[in-house]
């Protein structure tokens, strides 16, 4: 090893040790000021013990450093890779070599906070835990089921990384490690908090990108004492990278801590000081890294000791974060937690919306994470590819805009908006959200054509005859799964067929009583309707379906929806009979005459989308015609009508023969 990398490896372990101890000291001090420390035993009550009072947050911190450890180790050969299918080698082999050993060790620590777990539930001390009843707890509560699924992932990244040797392969592994992050957090503070959905989604974004962020600092110190080039190279992507990582964690960070702390004055409390102090990290370390960004920006890269002044600064500071997130997720916050005064309320994670109006439907708010995360993260996107293209002197049409905000608007409006707010107490308002979910939104925001706009925003490689992510993107779209996802009749049975599998079974019973499950239908009725729509009116690259294909697809699949909303007018089965029955909205006296309703709209007002993308259809087809007989014409101008005289050849040889 050059002396240089000795000298790095060694100037690493201070701010390495500095950060755990900082982190482990900022969790200490919230749980002690929070309550979230073990406290003095009462006579007489059951008490799991000091083990498991301090073990849990203390296993909770090493899990996090382990995940962001394993997200390290695999981050660094993305962050100078030339082409996903390379060999590793190197600096990038080097850094895979421990990550089965800290997936492995990530993986003990789940299973052993499942036994502690148990303790904290029971007040039983864990030395007089039985098998038996842990066993039974494990498989039967959502907690420590949820940590033996990511035990579970967390075995197949250990064994995996012994045997992975391409970047690709990294990548893969990389997925594996940032999914394993999180179904704890499915079931932490998260879910038992009002608006389930919002503050699940808001805190797995919230976690995910700190833990990519946290995690590329100590990536990008594996290239410090390389070549210049190959050290600008990782710095450069890693800026890219950390900076939509710092507005990510920043804006899910403000949305969970809005779900928790009901009025200003809760950030005088324990919970509220913590937040606080989280917020001022992300303030401290976006400002570091747009010193690092400006400077990689205009090409003053600064060298690897001022790189690692700067970046161990950073990494300090982001100890302070990953310390306040420990005592946080001990510490109880001052909005209570599922204190509901009704079953209604329990299962909308929230009160009753009142009998509906027109105001009503038009104006109303509830919070949804989901329609949060499209609407906000599709709006970023969208115009930071056109500033990207502005930036380069290109155009970007302003139809094409408008079509996708108002496409995020009625995806707002169906998640969010008045329709969401009573799509989950009334059966015609979800089947009313399914359809703009599922037909509207996506005609508009296909229209938009963001496919084509990322194409042309994003970069390219950074390397000659390297792999950027406008080629890992145009792969994507050219591979067998997009071929297969985006096949005609795989698209018509997502979007119809799905129809029938979940509102003629007891699956939308099952959805409906889990927030996740709703969540996860309304993700299904957006996505399936984007893939039927591409098919139909969209412009990926390699989307070889002819015009009469189209139309066709358009046909045989209006009447299977037509014949849909006939079945739910004239069913005399309550779809949802059971969720409905529990919600009671004494506002909906009738839930037959309610399906009813929304079986009519549902044929009403269903067909009128596919009108719309027929007379799309027809007009993309003229047009298409038109410069293909431009073009025919420019070239026959230029050859001199070469074409048209063979034509004519060939028919007077076929005259004499």
């Known amino acids: 090893?050059?002396?240089?990398?000795?000298?790095?490896?060694?100037?690493?372990?201070?701010?390495?040790?500095?950060?755990?101890?900082?982190?482990?000291?900022?969790?200490?001090?919230?749980?002690?000021?929070?309550?979230?420390?073990?406290?003095?035993?009462?006579?007489?009550?059951?008490d799991p013990g000091r083990l498991t009072g301090w073990g849990l947050p203390a296993l909770r911190l090493v899990s996090d450093g382990l995940a962001i450890a394993v997200v390290a180790g695999l981050l660094v050969a993305p962050l100078t890779m030339r082409r996903p299918e390379n060999e590793l080698g190197g600096t990038a082999l080097r850094a895979l070599l421990p990550v089965r050993w800290l997936a492995a060790g990530w993986c003990l620590v789940a299973l052993v906070q499942v036994v502690l777990t148990y303790s904290d539930q029971f007040a039983v001390p864990v030395g007089d835990i039985r098998w038996r009843e842990l066993r039974g707890f494990a498989t039967g509560v959502d907690q420590p089921r949820a940590l033996l699924a990511q035990a579970a992932l967390l075995a197949v990244v250990a064994i995996a990384a012994r045997w992975v040797l391409t970047a690709r392969g990294v990548l893969v592994l990389l997925g594996l490690a940032l999914v394993a992050v999180v179904p704890p957090i499915l079931t932490g503070h998260a879910s038992s908090a009002g608006n389930h959905d919002t503050a699940i989604v808001a805190m797995v974004v919230h976690v995910v990108t700190a833990v990519v962020w946290i995690a590329g600092v100590l990536a990008l110190w594996w290239h410090l004492a390389l070549a210049t080039k190959v050290r600008d190279r990782a710095l450069h992507r890693f800026s890219a990278l950390a900076g939509w990582c710092l507005g990510l964690t920043a804006v899910s960070g403000v949305v969970s801590a809005w779900v928790r702390l009901e009025r200003p004055a809760d950030l005088l409390s324990a919970y509220g000081a913590g937040v606080l102090v989280k917020t001022a990290v992300i303030v401290v370390v976006g400002?570091?890294?747009?010193?690092?960004?400006?400077?990689?920006?205009?090409?003053?890269?600064?060298?690897?000791?001022?790189?690692?002044?700067?970046?161990?600064?950073?990494?300090?500071?982001?100890?302070?974060?990953?310390?306040?997130?420990?005592?946080?997720?001990?510490?109880?916050?001052?909005?209570?937690?599922?204190?509901?005064?009704?079953?209604?309320?329990?299962?909308?994670?929230?009160?009753?919306?009142?009998?509906?109006?027109?105001?009503?439907?038009?104006?109303?708010?509830?919070?949804?994470?989901?329609?949060?995360?499209?609407?906000?993260?599709?709006?970023?996107?969208?115009?930071?590819?056109?500033?990207?293209?502005?930036?380069?002197?290109?155009?970007?049409?302003?139809?094409?805009?408008?079509?996708?905000?108002?496409?995020?608007?009625?995806?707002?409006?169906?998640?969010?908006?008045?329709?969401?707010?009573?799509?989950?107490?009334?059966?015609?308002?979800?089947?009313?959200?399914?359809?703009?979910?599922?037909?509207?939104?996506?005609?508009?925001?296909?229209?938009?054509?963001?496919?084509?706009?990322?194409?042309?925003?994003?970069?390219?490689?950074?390397?000659?005859?390297?792999?950027?992510?406008?080629?890992?993107?145009?792969?994507?779209?050219?591979?067998?799964?997009?071929?297969?996802?985006?096949?005609?009749?795989?698209?018509?049975?997502?979007?119809?067929?799905?129809?029938?599998?979940?509102?003629?079974?007891?699956?939308?019973?099952?959805?409906?009583?889990?927030?996740?499950?709703?969540?996860?239908?309304?993700?299904?009725?957006?996505?399936?309707?984007?893939?039927?729509?591409?098919?139909?009116?969209?412009?990926?690259?390699?989307?070889?379906?002819?015009?009469?294909?189209?139309?066709?697809?358009?046909?045989?699949?209006?009447?299977?929806?037509?014949?849909?909303?006939?079945?739910?007018?004239?069913?005399?089965?309550?779809?949802?009979?059971?969720?409905?029955?529990?919600?009671?909205?004494?506002?909906?006296?009738?839930?037959?005459?309610?399906?009813?309703?929304?079986?009519?709209?549902?044929?009403a007002l269903g067909e009128i989308p596919m009108v719309m993308v027929i007379v799309v259809l027809v007009i993309q087809w003229w047009r298409d015609d038109e410069r293909e007989a431009k073009r025919r014409d420019r070239a026959a101008d230029r050859d001199g009508d070469a074409e048209l005289a063979a034509y004519n050849e060939m028919l007077k040889r076929a005259a004499k023969g």
């Open 287 to 603: 400002l570091i890294g747009l010193t690092l960004r400006r400077r990689v920006i205009t090409g003053e890269a600064p060298d690897w000791v001022v790189l690692l002044r700067l970046t161990g600064l950073e990494l300090l500071v982001m100890a302070v974060a990953v310390g306040a997130g420990v005592g946080l997720s001990r510490t109880p916050p001052p909005a209570p937690e599922n204190l509901y005064t009704s079953l209604a309320e329990g299962l909308l994670g929230g009160p009753l919306p009142p009998a509906p109006t027109f105001g009503r439907l038009l104006w109303s708010f509830t919070p949804s994470g989901l329609g949060f995360l499209v609407v906000g993260l599709g709006a970023a996107a969208y115009l930071a590819g056109i500033v990207a293209l502005r930036r380069r002197g290109d155009h970007w049409s302003l139809g094409r805009t408008i079509t996708w905000f108002a496409g995020l608007a009625v995806v707002g409006y169906a998640t969010f908006g008045g329709l969401g707010t009573y799509s989950g107490v009334m059966f015609s308002a979800h089947m009313a959200a399914h359809m703009a979910l599922s037909m509207v939104a996506p005609i508009l925001l296909v229209s938009g054509r963001p496919l084509q706009l990322a194409l042309r925003a994003l970069p390219g490689s950074d390397v000659p005859g390297g792999t950027g992510p406008r080629q890992l993107l145009a792969a994507a779209l050219d591979s067998r799964l997009a071929h297969l996802v985006l096949h005609p009749v795989t698209a018509a049975l997502l979007l119809v067929g799905s129809l029938y599998v979940v509102y003629f079974s007891s699956l939308f019973d099952v959805l409906m009583r889990n927030h996740l499950g709703h969540l996860a239908m309304e993700l299904h009725f957006l996505a399936a309707g984007l893939v039927f729509f591409e098919v139909l009116i969209g412009d990926r690259p390699g989307g070889g379906t002819s015009y009469v294909g189209r139309l066709m697809l358009l046909l045989v699949t209006m009447p299977f929806h037509a014949f849909f909303s006939i079945s739910v007018m004239g069913s005399e089965r309550i779809i949802g009979g059971e969720y409905f029955r529990l919600i009671d909205a004494h506002y909906v006296p009738s839930l037959l005459d309610d399906q009813h309703l929304a079986g009519a709209m549902n044929w």
């Open 1 to 46: 090893m050059s002396a240089p990398a000795v000298r790095e490896r060694r100037s690493l372990a201070a701010p390495l040790g500095a950060a755990v101890v900082l982190a482990a000291a900022v969790a200490f001090v919230i749980l002690v000021a929070g309550g979230g420390a073990p406290q003095e035993p009462i006579p007489g009550l059951p």
